[in-house]
């Protein structure tokens, strides 16, 4: 299985400030034939399910505010939020849909 | 919109099997995967399965493989899961999921308590 890992577990950041979020792979979820990351970001808030972000590694979901963004290819992944607002305060996971479906242990956002 | 509607709170004594649903509206059933995901108390997301909900084909993890089966009905645009042999580690909320290949729409989960 490919192993998701992300960094930082939990971050604690100023209203207006910005936030970078890492996802790092255990290998390649890039696809060479179209040169698309498998990767996505997601959202959850307490007694929620999931709430899609980006696709693609940089594809911003219909709705989704667009201080949110995505990049990365091959292995490293970084989700960032450009200017952080009180909603934002949530846990964010990544996932890999390469080769099966696994998930990053997800990174708790908090305000400071 | 998409949605995707699961059923209640279950609560199954250890050795026990859970069967849950989930009710898509807002798309066409039969064109896209069902996946089902739980998540433990303090535990990462599991994959557990898909469904082509058009031809019925299914592919288990094999953390899953001979625990869980997933079926629908296609003239109720219903999926479910069900998962036997439960243990205290089966305790998690369940989240039926359409894939786009990503996960794009969740249901809003079912929290299965195992316990004796």
């Known amino acids: 299985d490919i192993v998701m890992t992300q960094s930082p577990d939990s971050l604690a950041v100023s209203l207006g400030e910005r936030v970078t979020i890492n996802c790092k792979s255990s290998?390649?979820?890039?696809?060479?034939?179209?040169?698309?990351?498998?990767l996505s970001w997601y959202q959850q808030k307490p007694g929620q399910p999931p709430k899609l972000l980006i696709y693609w590694a940089s594809t911003r979901e219909s709705g989704v505010p667009d201080r949110f963004s995505g990049s990365g290819s091959g292995t490293d992944f970084t989700l960032t939020i450009s200017s952080l607002q009180a909603e934002d305060v949530a846990v964010y996971f990544c996932h890999q849909y390469y080769d099966s479906y696994t998930f990053g242990q997800g990174t708790k956002l908090e305000m400071k | 919109q998409v949605q995707l509607v699961q059923s209640g709170t279950e609560v199954k004594k250890p050795g026990a099997s859970v069967k849950v649903s989930c009710k898509a509206s807002?798309?066409?059933?039969?064109?896209?995967?069902i996946h089902w995901v739980r998540q433990a108390p303090g535990q990462r997301l599991d994959w557990m399965g898909w469904?082509?909900?058009?031809?019925?084909?299914?592919k288990y993890s094999q953390k899953f493989q001979g625990r869980v089966t997933i079926t629908r009905d296609t003239s109720a645009r219903t999926t479910y899961m069900e998962l036997s042999g439960l243990t205290s580690e089966d305790t998690a909320i369940y989240y039926c999921?359409?894939?786009?290949?990503?996960?794009?729409?969740w249901g809003q989960g079912t929290l299965v308590t195992v316990s004796s």
């Open positions: 290998q390649s979820v890039l696809y060479s034939s179209n040169n698309l990351n498998y």
């Open positions: 999921v359409k894939e786009r290949p990503w996960f794009d729409s």
């Open positions: 469904i082509n909900a058009g031809n019925g084909n299914t």
């Open positions: 807002g798309y066409t059933f039969t064109s896209y995967n």
